[in-house]
């Protein structure tokens, strides 16, 4: 976060998070290190890592190194510039909530589906406080409208893989959670500044 600013490539605010990684003693990433400013926060896992950042970007860094076998996996958001606009913080706000839900909801005793239920009840009903969704919450939920800025899952198991082994499901019945599981909880909203397909108006901001 502060080595990025306007002018430098995603790539070299790459170098220096990986540079962290191995002088801290990581021999290698968990996975390829996606640092996506703009449009291209856009794009799941994209990792050329190629685009020169602007003033008022947003940059998403999901990266983890490796430790002991083990892999870390952290996204994070923040203005390349060090300043959110208004939209994006509001945006940001929405987003923390939803991941903190989530966090909440990742309790022994509850199903792993409690923590997508929480975290997308979380973003729709920021959308629609924002204006960006045509209709109320339940609606939004029932028909997945929200799915236009969020089409993701919440998360998945972590370990010696990113995306670790481990079911899902027993018997069709979302798994009840117990303890020592690790698991990660990464709700987003994704609005591409570029996309001239949907228009939508931020109310709140
Ligand atoms: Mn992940």
């Known amino acids: 976060m502060r080595y990025a600013r306007p002018g430098l490539y995603e790539y070299q605010v790459q170098a220096a ?29 994209y990792n050329e890592n190629t685009r020169r950042m602007e003033e008022g970007d947003l940059l998403l860094i999901d990266a983890g190194c490796e430790w002991g076998y083990h892999s870390a996996d952290i996204t994070r958001t923040f203005p390349v510039s060090g300043r959110f606009t208004a939209p994006q913080r509001a945006v940001y706000e929405v987003v923390l909530r939803a991941q903190l839900a989530g966090i909440a909801a990742a309790r022994p005793g509850n199903r792993y589906e409690a923590i997508h239920e929480a975290a997308r009840r979380v973003l729709a009903e920021g959308l629609v406080a924002l204006g960006a969704l045509p209709r109320g919450l339940e609606e939004s939920l029932a028909m997945h409208h929200y799915r236009e800025f969020y089409m993701h899952g919440t998360g998945h198991w972590l370990g ?7 079911d899902y499901k027993i018997d069709r019945a979302s798994r009840v959670l117990e303890p020592g599981m690790v698991l990660t909880v990464e709700p987003g909203l994704y609005f591409d500044p570029e996309r001239e397909t949907v228009t939508y108006h931020l109310r709140a901001c």
């Open 17 to 45: 998070l990986e540079y962290v990684f191995r002088v801290a003693g990581s021999p290698r990433n968990g996975y390829p290190s996606i640092v996506a400013s703009g449009p291209n926060a856009c794009i799941l896992h």
């Open 160 to 166: 010696m893989d990113v995306h670790d082994v481990g």
